[in-house]
C-alpha cells in the first residue's frame, strides 16, 4: 500500500492559490460543449473527475483543445444534443461528469452505455432515472435497480408540463434535469419532491446556465422552470473560480495552525455555497478575513477553537473539514443534517467515524449526523482514505495538533486537487529535528543535550533504547541472535525517562545501560532490522512542539529523513577511546583502553555494515571533526547550522 507520513506540525501559515473548482469546471465544460459557438475556459481544474468529462465530450464528438500545458481550453460547441449516436463511456468516480451526461444523453437520440469505478456503481441514481422516465427517456440499469451502470436508447422525448424529481437525496438530480431540459425546446416545470439538500450547488448551476444564456425560473426552492425555444450560447470567456471546498483546508489550517493562510481565488464574489464554511469556522472562533477573490484565516484569540452545534446541510463537502476541525475544539461538537455524506465517495459518515476514533476521538454516529468529543491527546494514527480525496485532505490537519499521521492511498487526492500535499507542505512548518548522527563517544551525546538544552527542545539519546534492549533482554534470559523475541520486547519495552535518568520497569537503569557488557549487546541487537522496526514510531513519538535534538546513528537517515540540521559528528578512535575511558573513571567503573580501543573499533565496523539503517555521514549532513575541539566548540557548531 502506498502511504504519506506527515511529520507532527508546529504551525500553519503562507498562501496557497487554489485549483479551479469542479463543480465549476464539468458544469461549465458540459454547458461550453452544448452551447453555440467557441468557449475559452481560464483556470479548468486539472484532476481526474474533470479528465473523465473532458475524455467523455471528446467520444461524444466535442472538439476541445487545450492551451500548450496551461489550465486554459477551448471547446467549440456542438449547439445542442451530442452527434456521436453510439458511445460507451468510462467516468470513474466522478459523480459531477456522470449524472448531468446522463440527463443530456438521454435527451441525445442515441445509444450510449455509462459505467464507472465499482463505488460509483453503488451510489444511487434512480430518483434521476425516473424523472428522466416521465418525459419519455429510455433509461435501464445494467446492474442493479437504481444504480449504475446505465444503458441509454434513443426515445421519443415528451417534455413539457411537469416533472418531479427527489431533492433530498442527491442535489447533482436536479442539476443534471435543470442542464439537459434546455435541448428540449420546451418549456418545462421542475417540481422538487422532499426538501431540497446542498442548494448553494443549484445555485451554481442556475448561474452558470444563465452565463450560457438560459435564464430558469425559480419558486423558492420547490419549483424550476426551464423556458422553452432557448438554446446555449457561449458567453465567449468562462473563468472558473478557485475551488471552495478545496480551501477549506487551507482556511482550517490557518484557524488550527495559527495563520495567517491567505487562499486565493474564492472570496466574496464567489458563487461556490461552500465559500460559507468560512462563516462556519468563524463561529467556532477563528478569525477571518475577505476580500473579492482571497479569504484568510488565523486562530482564535482564545487558543483554542469553540465547541459547536451546526446544521451543515448547505456546505456538505467542506462540513467534512469541520468534522477534523472538531479535533481542536473545546468541548464536544455536532455536525447535523448530513445524510448525503453516505452516499458520495464513500460512506463519510461511517468512514470519518472510524478515522476519528482511530486518532483518539470519541464519536457519536448517526444516520444523518455526527457528534465528536476531542481526545484530551490526539494519538498518531495510519488513515485509510477509501479511494476519497476528502478524507485524504481532511485528515492532514491532525498534523497541526503536533501529531504525526500516515495518510494510507494519499494519491485519491487526483480526483479534485492533485498537488494537495505539496501546497499543505508549503504552509505548514513541521517540528524542527536537529538530527546528530555519529561514532560511538564522539561525543553526539553530550552536545545533542547541550543543543537541545540551549534551544529549548526535546531531547533523545536513541542510544539508550538499543542499550535498553540489550540489558532487558540478558535480563529475561533472551539469547541476543533471537530477533523476534527481541523485536517483541523491544516494542512493548517497559521504560521511561525521567530528565536524564533511565527507567526499565520502575528501577534507574543510568548506569546499567553504560556498561561495556551492554554497549555491546546494543550494538549486537541493533543490527536486527526486526528490533529496528519496532523502536521506530517510539523515536518519532519524541517529536513534539518546540522542537527536538535527536542523536544516534540513523537520526537524519531513517528516524527523521525531513530533519531541518543534520550533523555527523566524529572524532578519531583513539580520541573517542580516551574520552571514553575518562568518562567511565570518572563515574568510577572499570576501564581498560586497549579492550576499550577494540571494542569502539568493532562497534564502529559492526554499525556500519550493518544492512539495516547503518551509520553513515548523508550528503546533506554537515561533518563535525571534533578530535581537536572542546565541547563549546562543538555546540556552538550545532547551533550555527540550526540558526544559519
Ligand atoms: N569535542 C567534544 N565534543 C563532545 N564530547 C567531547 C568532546 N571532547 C570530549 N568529549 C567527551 O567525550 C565523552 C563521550 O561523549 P558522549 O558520551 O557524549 O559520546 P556519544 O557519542 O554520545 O557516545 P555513545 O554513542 O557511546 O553514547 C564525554 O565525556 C564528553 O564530555
Ligand atoms: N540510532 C541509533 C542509536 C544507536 N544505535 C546502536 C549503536 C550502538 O552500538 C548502540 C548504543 O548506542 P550509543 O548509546 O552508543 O549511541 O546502539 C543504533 O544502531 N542506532
Keep these: 500500500m502506498e502511504f504519506l507520513d506527515l511529520p507532527p506540525m508546529l504551525s500553519a501559515s503562507g498562501r496557497v492559490r487554489l485549483p479551479g473548482s469542479k463543480s465549476i469546471s464539468n458544469r461549465t465544460l458540459l454547458l461550453a460543449a452544448l452551447a453555440e459557438g467557441a468557449t475559452e475556459i481560464r483556470d479548468l481544474l486539472a484532476s481526474d473527475d474533470v479528465e473523465r468529462m473532458l475524455d467523455a465530450l471528446r467520444a461524444l464528438g466535442v472538439v476541445w483543445t487545450r492551451e500548450g500545458d496551461s489550465d486554459n481550453y477551448c471547446v467549440r460547441g456542438v449547439g445542442g444534443p451530442f452527434p456521436v449516436k453510439v458511445a460507451d463511456l468510462f467516468l470513474g468516480n466522478a459523480g459531477t461528469a456522470f449524472r448531468p451526461l446522463t440527463a443530456a444523453l438521454a435527451l441525445s437520440g442515441g445509444e450510449y452505455r455509462l459505467s464507472g469505478v465499482p463505488r460509483m456503481h453503488e451510489r444511487p441514481i434512480g430518483d434521476l432515472i425516473d424523472s428522466l422516465r416521465q418525459i419519455g427517456a429510455d433509461v435501464r440499469y445494467m446492474g442493479n435497480d437504481g444504480f449504475p451502470p446505465l444503458h441509454i436508447f434513443p426515445a421519443d422525448i415528451r417534455p413539457g408540463g411537469v416533472v418531479r424529481v427527489r431533492g433530498d437525496v442527491s442535489s447533482q438530480f436536479l442539476t443534471a434535469l435543470l442542464m439537459a431540459l434546455p435541448l428540449s425546446g420546451v418549456e418545462t416545470t421542475i417540481e422538487v419532491v422532499g426538501e431540497l439538500i446542498s442548494k448553494p450547488y443549484i445555485a451554481i448551476t442556475l448561474d452558470l446556465m444563465a452565463q450560457f444564456g438560459v435564464d430558469v425560473r425559480r419558486e423558492n426552492w420547490e419549483r424550476f422552470t426551464v423556458p422553452g425555444g432557448v438554446r446555449y450560447r457561449s458567453p465567449g470567456v468562462v473563468f472558473v473560480e478557485g475551488d471552495a471546498s478545496s480551501a477549506s483546508y487551507f482556511i482550517a489550517a490557518g484557524a488550527i495552525g495559527g495563520g495567517p493562510v491567505r487562499v486565493e481565488g474564492v472570496g466574496r464574489n464567489s458563487i461556490q455555497g461552500d465559500v460559507r464554511f468560512a462563516e462556519a469556522i468563524a463561529a467556532l472562533g477563528a478569525r477571518i478575513d475577505m476580500g473579492d477573490n482571497w479569504i484568510e484565516a488565523r486562530g482564535p484569540e482564545s487558543g483554542r477553537l469553540k465547541a459547536f452545534d451546526l446544521d451543515l446541510n448547505h ?330
Design 315 to 644: 456546505i456538505p463537502d467542506a462540513a467534512m473539514t469541520l468534522a477534523v476541525a472538531a479535533l481542536f475544539a473545546d468541548g464536544p461538537c455536532r455536525l447535523r443534517n448530513i445524510a448525503s455524506w453516505r452516499v458520495k465517495e464513500t460512506d463519510r459518515i461511517a468512514a470519518m467515524a472510524i478515522e476519528l476514533r482511530k486518532v483518539g476521538a470519541t464519536i457519536e454516529e448517526g444516520a444523518d449526523y455526527l457528534c465528536v468529543t476531542p481526545p484530551d491527546k490526539l494519538v498518531p494514527a495510519a488513515i485509510d482514505t477509501y479511494d476519497d480525496h476528502r478524507m485524504a485532505m481532511c485528515f492532514s490537519l491532525v498534523s497541526l495538533g503536533g501529531c504525526r499521521m500516515r495518510i494510507n492511498e494519499p494519491k485519491c487526492v487526483n480526483k479534485t486537487f492533485p498537488t494537495y500535499f505539496e501546497r499543505f507542505a508549503e504552509i505548514a512548518r513541521p517540528v524542527p529535528v536537529v538530527a546528530i548522527d555519529g561514532p560511538s563517544a564522539s561525543g553526539k551525546g553530550t552536545v545533542a543535550a547541550r543543543v537541545a538544552e540551549a534551544l529549548g527542545y526535546h531531547y533523545l539519546d536513541s542510544g539508550s533504547l538499543y542499550r535498553l534492549v540489550a540489558l532487558a533482554a540478558m535480563r529475561a534470559g533472551i539469547a541476543l541472535d533471537d530477533e523476534r523475541a527481541l523485536a517483541t520486547l523491544a516494542a512493548a519495552l517497559p521504560a521511561h525517562f525521567e530528565a536524564e535518568r533511565v527507567f526499565l520497569e520502575g528501577e534507574d537503569v543510568s548506569d546499567a545501560i553504560r556498561t561495556e557488557e551492554a554497549s555491546v549487546g546494543a550494538s549486537k541487537v541493533a543490527v536486527m532490522p526486526a528490533v529496528r522496526a519496532a523502536l521506530l514510531d517510539r523515536q518519532r513519538d519524541y517529536r513534539r512542539a518546540p522542537g527536538l535534538v535527536a542523536e544516534g546513528r540513523d537520526m537524519g537517515s531513517v528516524v527523521f529523513p525531513d530533519a531541518g540540521t543534520k550533523v555527523f559528528l566524529t572524532a578519531g578512535v583513539e580520541a573517542r577511546a580516551r574520552r571514553r575511558y575518562k568518562q567511565l573513571m570518572e563515574k568510577g567503573m572499570a576501564a581498560n583502553m586497549e579492550s576499550l580501543l577494540k571494542d569502539l573499533q568493532d562497534r564502529d565496523a559492526r554499525d556500519a555494515a550493518r544492512a539495516v539503517a547503518p551509520l553513515q555521514k548523508l550528503p546533506d549532513a554537515a561533518l563535525l571533526d571534533t578530535t581537536e575541539l572542546g565541547v563549546e566548540q562543538a555546540v556552538g557548531f550545532v547551533l550555527g547550522r540550526v540558526r544559519s
